[in-house]
């Protein structure tokens, strides 16, 4: 069974800083995608970032980078410059590649707030 | 511009009622899901449909029913069976499934309470 474990159910940081937002997970599966999506207040969920467990560099966009540890079990989801708007929930979710189909899983999220 | 239209934003659920969650997309995806989601938890997932006329059980699908007549369209009934409704539900999309880099698409979500 796939399991996603994010251990901080809050974060803050100051405007401007990176923050780091951690992700662990457990999957018997060979093949896996790695995301992270955020969610607003307004409850729309919203895809940023994948990695795929066969990648060998650490996924970017923009300002989302995917520190991904694949020895560890880790991808955790680091913010650089943050900003007022980056105030939300955010999610780490897994997903197999392969023959598996709609057996992908969510984490419990991390409130993150930015303060001015 | 292309998306996933949930309706309607709030709904209310007497005991005993059946009530249909809509949802579209004009993404062109094959596949779609509908996840439930609690007070700070994550998304469970109750059914997902890969294709047109086809569908299956997620997690959570007991008193949930779904349908996929169109590929645009997979409208969520939740059923009387269902004991505790109150949630907030998200309907999402994908290219295809399993799910590809570009990963979900998702809709505003309906919230439903029961009174």
């Known amino acids: 069974a796939q399991k996603i474990t994010q251990t901080q159910p809050g974060m803050f940081v100051q405007e401007k800083e990176a923050v780091t937002l951690d992700c662990t997970y457990d999957?018997?599966?060979?093949?896996?995608?790695l995301f992270w999506y955020k969610q607003p207040s307004s409850g729309e969920m919203i895809f940023l970032i994948y990695?795929?467990?066969?990648?060998?560099q650490n996924a970017t966009e923009g300002r989302y980078s995917l520190n991904f540890q694949k020895a560890r079990k880790s991808a955790n989801l680091v913010i650089s410059a943050s900003q007022l708007g980056d105030s939300a929930m955010y999610f780490c979710?897994?997903?197999?590649?392969?023959?598996?189909?709609?057996?992908?899983?969510f984490g419990d999220g991390t409130t993150l707030t930015v303060k001015p | 511009d292309g998306g996933i239209t949930q309706s309607p934003k709030y709904l209310f659920r007497k005991e005993g009622q059946n009530v249909t969650l809509s949802c579209e997309q004009n993404?062109?995806?094959?596949?779609m899901y509908w996840y439930r989601q609690d007070p700070g938890q994550g998304l469970r997932l109750i059914y997902y449909?890969?294709?047109?006329?086809?569908?299956q059980k997620g997690d959570i699908a007991e008193g949930y029913s779904v349908s996929r007549e169109k590929k645009e369209s997979f409208p969520l009934t939740v059923t009387s069976a269902q004991k505790n409704p109150t949630a907030f539900y998200l309907c999402?999309?994908?290219?295809?499934?399993?799910?590809?880099?570009?990963?979900?698409?998702f809709g505003s979500g309906t919230r439903l309470t029961v009174v």
């Open positions: 449909s890969q294709i047109v006329n086809d569908f």
């Open positions: 999402a999309s994908s290219i295809r499934e399993p799910v590809t880099p570009d990963g979900y698409t």
């Open positions: 979710a897994m997903s197999p590649i392969g023959t598996n189909a709609g057996k992908s899983t």
């Open positions: 999957t018997s599966d060979p093949s896996y995608g």
């Open positions: 993404l062109n995806h094959d596949a």
């Open positions: 990695q795929g467990s066969y990648d060998q």
